[in-house]
């Protein structure tokens, strides 16, 4: 078969419509996991089940959303990114659809946490990472960036119809509305991605058919890949930096502001549908703070964003508890801008350091790099609504979440020290005899 040539004809190349349907993939099934901090307020309500309950429920999906990422990157290499794709989506149909039929809290543990879980991880951000990489030569972290913006808007800009379709018509309702929206992803993912350029007759966006050489293709042993990612990632100092620090960056999202803000502007007397309205303004600043973020990553150290990003976060943790109000005021729009841009800000970066560090690996190691994020983010849920029980208000959630921050940043740092000294050895491999003994790695 002839090589696959670079198109001139296309007005726009068919990278840019996989990315703009991947985009509308991740956008549907983050909506389902914005639905537990819209839904914890109604469903104490109605079923009187506690903060903690409720927050084991998010948890799991939070962890379980987080383990499968590797994997799942794995699987798209092994049988393709569409099946895995349209898996996931169908998946976090019947939990989004299977809830409404709920009773006790152990059936929010299997709906919310599992099925909810397992599809959402699926994809995650893996997915994207996938697509970026394959399908884009040039303009990898803008995609990066636009791609991690679908995953988290798509979470925040669900929030405000979710609680006003749960104030108005039920919790039920919106839980059916999320369903239906996973389910119309899978037909287009279906019919428009691809696994590889090639599929389509071009090479990936901006290569040069001079000299671009296909990537090798795996084929069996999706979990053996995936573990032997792991084993290899884990010897390296900077994997671990990596890992940690985005282990914070969940915790202080998805885990703490994603799930907990709802509940706790509530405690200060604030109407739900005005929290939720806020955090979709986060939704919004966070797609341009992200997209910036992928643009940044492309042309500076992507280290140093990371130390920007963390420490712009700390300071707006440390202030919330005296921000949140019964009304909104300026002080608390100001801190909604900036940690919406700075929301995911941290992915683009992130995922560019995996790549950079860890090679043709890069992807699956960024699956567990993203699966220490949801640990984070789980655990984060989970203590806060601990936190929240016990102590009767969420301060100390709030200011642990910008102790944590602080540690990010420090750690951000160690990456580079990291590659300085690999660096360093690979200058010392080339200088020094060839013994007949491999380096050290």
């Not at 549907?28 to 469903?43: E, I």
């Amino acid at each position: 078969m002839e090589p696959p040539q670079q198109t001139t004809r296309r007005r726009v190349h068919p990278a840019w419509w996989v990315a703009a349907v991947t985009f509308v993939a991740l956008l549907a099934a983050a909506g389902f996991r914005a639905a537990p901090g819209a839904l914890m307020v109604p469903l104490h309500e109605e079923f009187g089940w506690s903060t903690s309950v409720m927050s084991l429920a998010v948890s799991i999906n939070l962890l379980l959303y987080g383990l499968t990422a590797p994997f799942a990157a794995a699987l798209m290499d092994r049988f393709g990114i569409r099946q895995i794709v349209a898996t996931a989506l169908t998946l976090v149909a019947l939990g989004a659809g299977g809830s409404v039929l709920m009773t006790a809290s152990w059936q929010l543990l299997v709906f919310w946490g599992v099925l909810i879980g397992l599809g959402t991880g699926s994809m995650a951000l893996v997915f994207a990472a996938t697509i970026a990489n394959r399908w884009f030569v040039r303009r990898n972290g803008l995609v990066m960036g636009v791609l991690t913006a679908g995953a988290a808007t798509g979470q925040l800009i669900f929030l405000p119809p979710v609680a006003a379709l749960a104030e108005s018509g039920g919790w039920r309702q919106a839980s059916l509305v999320i369903a239906a929206a996973a389910l119309i992803a899978v037909p287009i993912v279906w019919f428009v991605v691809r696994d590889y350029p090639e599929e389509r007759g071009v090479l990936p966006y901006g290569a040069d058919p001079e000299t671009y050489t296909s990537p090798a293709r795996t084929a069996g042993g999706a979990a053996r890949r995936a573990i032997e990612g792991l084993t290899f990632a884990a010897k390296h100092k900077a994997f671990w930096a990596l890992a940690i620090a985005f282990a914070i960056c969940g915790a202080t999202t998805n885990g703490l502001i994603g799930i907990h803000f709802i509940p706790s502007a509530h405690d200060h007397g604030m109407p739900t549908t005005t929290a939720a309205g806020l955090l979709a303004v986060v939704g919004i600043f966070d797609i341009a703070g992200t997209i910036a973020s992928g643009w940044l990553t492309d042309k500076f150290d992507p280290r140093k964003l990371l130390v920007a990003y963390y420490a712009f976060r700390g300071a707006g943790l440390l202030l919330l508890p005296w921000l949140l109000a019964d009304t909104v005021h300026p002080s608390m729009i100001l801190f909604i801008v900036i940690y919406g841009l700075d929301w995911v800000a941290t992915v683009p970066p992130t995922a560019a350091l995996c790549r950079e560090i860890f090679g043709d690996r890069g992807t699956i190691v960024f699956g567990w790099v993203f699966a220490s994020h949801q640990i984070g983010a789980a655990l984060a849920a989970l203590g806060a609504g601990v936190i929240r029980d016990n102590f009767g208000t969420y301060t100390y959630a709030w200011w642990g979440g910008a102790a944590l921050c602080v540690i990010a940043a420090v750690l951000s740092i160690t990456i580079r020290r990291e590659l300085v000294s690999q660096k360093v050895r690979r200058r010392a491999v080339v200088t020094e005899p060839d013994d007949g003994v491999p380096p050290t790695m």
